[in-house]
């Protein structure tokens, strides 16, 4: 059920100036499922929204979601096991940079895409800086919600 709530709202990226949001907020029914039935439910849920998603999706938001945004609920709730603070930050900024990373390669791949526009590297590097304040954000409104829905 929750997988099919979370491909409903993944339709929904459709919509002008949503597109990269949709998955972040299709990733807390992933949430719900993890709180409510176990990591393994989480990824049962993840794999058949992501597979839903694939056939109907808006291109960038199921890459958002396949890539990241769907799973990581799931590496939050493993991470989040660890006694100590630091490893859980590291590796959760080492998995997002991984996936960011990858993907932009495999694009720049499939693409030819080379250097960004007229700031080269340098808007490689702030743009990835950029992605990392809303990873951090995205983070800390995953764990509130999780911590309301708990409530």
Do not use: H
């Not at 099919?4 to 972040?24: E, G, H, K, N």
């Not at 849920?45 to 958002?64: G, N, P, R, S, W």
């Not at 960011?100 to 720049?108: G, H, P, R, S």
Request: hydrophobic share 60%; net charge neutral; aromatic share 20%.
């Amino acid at each position: 059920m929750l997988g099919a709530l979370a491909t409903v709202f993944m339709l929904t990226a459709y919509f002008p100036y949503i597109t990269y949001s949709v998955p972040l907020a299709a990733s807390v029914f992933v949430m719900i499922a993890v709180i409510e039935s176990g990591k393994r439910w989480g990824l049962f849920t993840y794999v058949v929204t992501a597979a839903l998603t694939l056939l109907f999706a808006e291109l960038q938001a199921k890459l958002i979601f396949v890539c990241f945004a769907g799973f990581y609920p799931v590496l939050k709730a493993i991470f989040e096991g660890f006694r100590s603070r630091i490893p859980e930050f590291v590796l959760k900024f080492v998995t997002f940079n991984f996936c960011v990373i990858t993907v932009y390669l495999l694009f720049a791949q499939a693409f030819g895409l080379s250097e960004m526009s007229d700031f080269g590297v340098y808007g490689l590097l702030i743009l990835l800086l950029g992605a990392n304040f809303i990873f951090l954000i995205y983070d800390v409104i995953l764990t509130r919600l999780a911590s309301f829905y708990m409530w």
